[in-house]
């Protein structure tokens, strides 16, 4: 969606700037890895069709995209390419049975030396408390490789609780209702500070 294509959201560890096309060629490189491909649950792309993807999760009303920079290394001098280490996703649906949208979110921390390091933590709360501002939503949801429980224990950390597993995807779907209490809660987590992304440069790449 277009709603953060000129934002970026500051954390502490952690920045957040909207996916352009000149992120294309490190994002694919990190998919190139089977183990992410298999952990995020994503297809391999070619470079062209990655370019593609870009342009739809910038575009389409239902989809909201971040890359996620190292909050020090983007510091010394501004290099976004240098400072990305993941990204993360809201994937907007309306469920028809409960009358509800409900937001499915993503994350990757795909540079190996910043996991372990706060960052996944930070990221997902920034990215919950800026949807949940945003965007009309009555849920969140999170669906995880049954034997991440890395990933597992971070999304009950954020009071999702389990709501269906799939052993053929061996995926557990994981949910968390938007009422007033978890958003006094998630505001005692985070601090949500937008601020423009004027340092955007043009792409480099065309889309092709
Ligand atoms: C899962 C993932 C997002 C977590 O991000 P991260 O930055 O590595 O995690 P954090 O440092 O923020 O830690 C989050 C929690 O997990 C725990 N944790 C992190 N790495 C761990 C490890 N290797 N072993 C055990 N616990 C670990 C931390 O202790 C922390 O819990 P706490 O805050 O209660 O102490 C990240 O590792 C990742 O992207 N992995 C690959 C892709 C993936 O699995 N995506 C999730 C699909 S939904």
Redesign the pocket.
């Known amino acids: 969606m277009h709603l953060n294509e000129n934002i970026k959201l500051l954390g502490k560890k952690i920045v957040l700037v909207p996916y352009e096309a000149r992120h294309v060629p490190k994002y694919h490189d990190w998919m190139s890895n089977e183990t992410?491909r298999q952990?995020?649950a994503s297809e391999q792309l070619t470079l062209s069709e990655e370019y593609l993807m870009q342009q739809s999760w910038r575009k389409d009303s239902d989809k909201l995209t971040f890359i996620i920079l190292d909050a020090d290394i983007y510091a010394q001098d501004n290099d976004e390419l240098a400072a990305m280490v993941?990204d993360t996703n809201l994937f907007l649906r309306h469920d028809p049975d409960s009358n509800q949208s409900v937001a499915e979110a993503?994350?990757?921390?795909?540079e190996p030396q910043?996991?372990?390091?706060?960052?996944?933590?930070?990221v997902m709360l920034l990215m919950l408390k800026y949807a949940q501002s945003q965007l009309e939503l009555n849920k969140f949801e999170?669906?995880?490789d049954m034997d991440?429980a890395?990933?597992v224990?971070?999304f009950e950390?954020f009071q999702f609780v389990e709501t269906g597993r799939v052993e053929v995807f061996h995926e557990v779907t994981m949910q968390r209702e938007i009422t007033t209490e978890w958003i006094d809660w998630l505001d005692k987590q985070v601090e949500l500070k937008i601020v423009s992304y004027k340092d955007r440069l043009e792409p480099i790449h065309a889309a092709q």
Do not use: C, D, F, P
């Open positions: 992410l952990l995020t993941g993503e994350i990757m921390i795909a910043a996991r372990g390091k706060g960052y996944g933590r930070e999170v669906k995880i991440n890395v990933s224990r971070l950390s």
